[in-house]
């Protein structure tokens, strides 16, 4: 059972386009939302994280949108670039909670 | 990769043969963590360390046992490895206080073949 739900599996946008990938999540008790970059043959990496006071994070080109009470959250890529083809996850977990879950991964592929 | 060291990197091994992954940080952080990756599931914890020798087990487990016996080594042991178990393996650490334990930060992973 998935507890966060990412979507698409896989985008191609044009140099300069912006990418969104959306995540949905059913436990109210999390809330701590982070996304997490991938390039091939490396570990994941922190890229930028979301707590529900707020409903939109910026950080350089890299957006999240969270919306509470739907229980969905957004990463926004500005003005993407060929550097930006990577896997993001999306994940979510409690406060000072073990377990951080998951989203399936989304592999972006920006053309120049 | 944040002071994450593991090894091996790649490993190809037979079914039913034991196997251990090593996790070694140059962080003093507390907690340790080992996820699989496959696709179609995105990462999937496994075991997590909370300090030496206090390990719990994650949402996978089945089929793994893990050890930590120093702050900075934390083992993956598949006791008798099957196909299944075929997958790319990730440390992770955290700090222990606070909102600072929910930002794991990544080794480069080990991709481990069962044939």
């Known amino acids: 059972q998935q507890q966060v739900k990412q979507s698409p599996q896989s985008l191609i946008v044009q140099k300069g386009g912006i990418p969104i990938i959306n995540c949905a999540y059913e436990n109210t008790a999390f809330d701590y939302f982070p996304w997490y970059q991938q390039f091939p043959g490396k570990g994941p990496a922190l890229l930028i994280a979301i707590r529900p006071d707020v409903s939109e994070k910026k950080e350089g080109r890299f957006t999240i949108s969270f919306n509470k009470s739907a229980k969905q959250f957004s990463l926004h890529i500005m003005d993407s670039q060929p550097g930006d083809s990577a896997t993001y996850f999306c994940?979510?977990?409690?406060?000072?909670?073990?377990?951080?879950?998951f989203g399936t991964g989304t592999r972006l592929t920006v053309i120049p | 990769d944040a002071g994450i060291t593991q090894s091996p990197r790649h490993k190809v091994t037979e079914t039913g043969t034991p196997v251990t992954l090593r996790c070694h940080q140059t962080e003093n952080h507390r907690y340790m963590y080992w996820y699989r990756q496959d696709p179609g599931h995105g990462l999937r914890l496994i075991h997590y360390?909370?300090?030496?020798?206090?390990?719990d087990k994650g949402e996978v487990s089945d089929g793994y046992s893990v050890s930590r016996s120093k702050t900075e080594d934390f083992l993956l042991t598949l006791e008798s490895a099957t196909s299944s178990q075929t997958s790319v393996y990730f440390c992770?650490?955290?700090?222990?206080?606070?909102?600072?334990?929910?930002?794991?930060?990544f080794g480069a992973g080990t991709r481990l073949s069962v044939l």
């Open positions: 992770a650490i955290s700090e222990s206080a606070g909102l600072a334990k929910n930002i794991q930060y």
């Open positions: 994940a979510a977990s409690e406060t000072g909670a073990n377990n951080l879950f």
């Open positions: 360390s909370y300090g030496v020798k206090d390990t």
